[in-house]
């Protein structure tokens, strides 16, 4: 078996922002265990990152590597065990949770399956509308994301994966975020449904100059969005830099494995 020799560590690389301006996101040594039947799983092991505005940061990891937990760290939705996370140089984590009221939009997220988010009285309209900060209406949000007024009526069970996953971005966009954190995203989907999703959240990037921190076990999925990569494994962050240099010139051993295994 391939041996990885020891991670670096996982420093923050300057990632290429405007010089001056304090990183969008920005992690440091955030670290987060589990108690589980014998023992404690270091699931996020001293995880430092920064993302830029106007950025997307891909991570990629194998399943159980610790992205969506690290992503619930980010999110503010679970408390680190060590670390600090900013936004904009302000604090965001760890903050009581009545300290984040009023900002919490400023994140958005998105998941694999948007259904356990929905709630399942309300229709597609609703969900948007509910999330709506600014002058944006529900019709003009689901052309943004490609979904005719006519589905506004409708409960997201009735819709297909794609198109679920449509209104979890337009009530994403609905709350105005300076970052949007895609977890697998597109990883429920069909390879032809992935591809539709992928260049909706593209275009999304270039026209709304959204920043985004875009999560998947799926390295091809990565390198069509990132513009810097992250590769994640056992908690721990392996390495980082500019998607392009990473993709060409990996660091470790086990980034050149994940690029071999991709398809
Ligand atoms: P990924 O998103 O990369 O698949 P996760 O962050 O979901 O990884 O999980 C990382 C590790 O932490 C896994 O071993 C998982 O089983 C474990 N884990 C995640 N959440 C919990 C939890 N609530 N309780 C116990 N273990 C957990
Ligand atoms: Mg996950």
């Not at 503010?76 to 949770?97: K, Q």
């Amino acid at each position: 078996p391939r041996s990885a020799p020891r991670p670096a560590p996982a420093t923050a690389i300057p990632a290429g922002g405007q010089s001056g301006a304090p990183p969008l996101l920005q992690a440091r040594g955030l670290s987060k265990a589990f108690r589980v039947p014998g023992g404690r799983l270091q699931a996020v092991d001293d995880v430092s990152l920064e993302l830029h505005a106007g950025q997307t940061l891909g991570l990629v990891g194998e399943s159980g590597s610790g992205k969506s937990t690290l992503a619930r760290l980010l999110l503010g939705l679970a408390t680190a065990d060590a670390g600090t996370v900013t936004l904009d140089g302000e604090p965001w984590s760890p903050l009581p949770e009545k300290a984040r009221r009023g900002r919490r939009h400023r994140i958005g997220a998105i998941y694999q399956d948007s259904l356990g988010s929905f709630d399942p009285r309300w229709s597609v309209g609703r969900i948007v509308q509910d999330a709506i900060r600014g002058p944006e209406t529900v019709t003009s949000l689901l052309g943004q994301v490609g979904l005719a007024p006519e589905l506004a009526p409708r409960n997201p069970l009735t819709l297909s994966g794609g198109q679920r996953q449509r209104v979890s971005i337009a009530r994403a966009l609905a709350a105005e975020p300076e970052l949007l954190i895609c977890d697998e995203p597109v990883s429920a989907l069909d390879v032809t449904v992935q591809a539709q999703i992928l260049e909706l959240l593209a275009r999304l990037q270039r026209e709304r100059g959204l920043s985004m921190l875009f999560i998947s076990h799926d390295l091809a999925v990565i390198r069509q969005l990132s513009d810097r990569v992250a590769v994640m494994r056992g908690g721990r962050i392996l390495e980082q830099g500019a998607a392009e240099s990473l993709f060409t010139d990996p660091q470790h051993e086990y980034t050149e494995q994940l690029l071999a295994d991709a398809p």
